[in-house]
């Protein structure tokens, strides 16, 4: 179910995602359990659904108790830089710019502890940053993470 969600994803068909999303989301509770990280990997993804729908009140409660499963979960770092560059692209669309920033820049810092230098990952939380950057008016900023985003590779 998460793979036929995630190409209706890709395809921008949000509506078609998100049912399947949770769907794949029941069964993980059921075979690995509530906290198990592969579970708050597919919980992230329906909280992206959620965002999308403009339900950002559901959205939030899934990737904040996503976040909370993968931080208690050694080994999960990867995890844990998506769960924090997506809960802070909804804190952008909320206008949390503070806090947007302050996960962004965390996941970023993860992301390069793990030696992450290039990738579509970094890049779109890179490009992330650089948006919050322009609404805290710090614009050479934006404009050097955004030129970091550009020449990341993977980045379209």
Known sequence: YANVAAVYKWEKR????????????????????????????ILTEVGLMEMEDGNYTLAEEDMLRSLAIVRRSPGWDFEQ???????????????????????????????????VHTGRDLAITLDMLARVREKQRRFEDARQLHERAVTTSSYH
């Open 81 to 115: 830089w998506i769960g924090e560059s997506d809960l802070g692209m909804l804190r952008y669309r909320q206008g949390k710019y503070n806090e947007a920033a302050r996960l962004l820049v965390h996941s970023l810092s993860l992301q390069e502890q793990a030696g």
């Open 14 to 41: 949000y509506d078609r995602a998100l049912p399947l999303y949770r769907k794949s989301l029941t069964i993980y509770e059921r075979l690995l359990g509530p906290d198990h990280p592969r579970t708050a990997a």
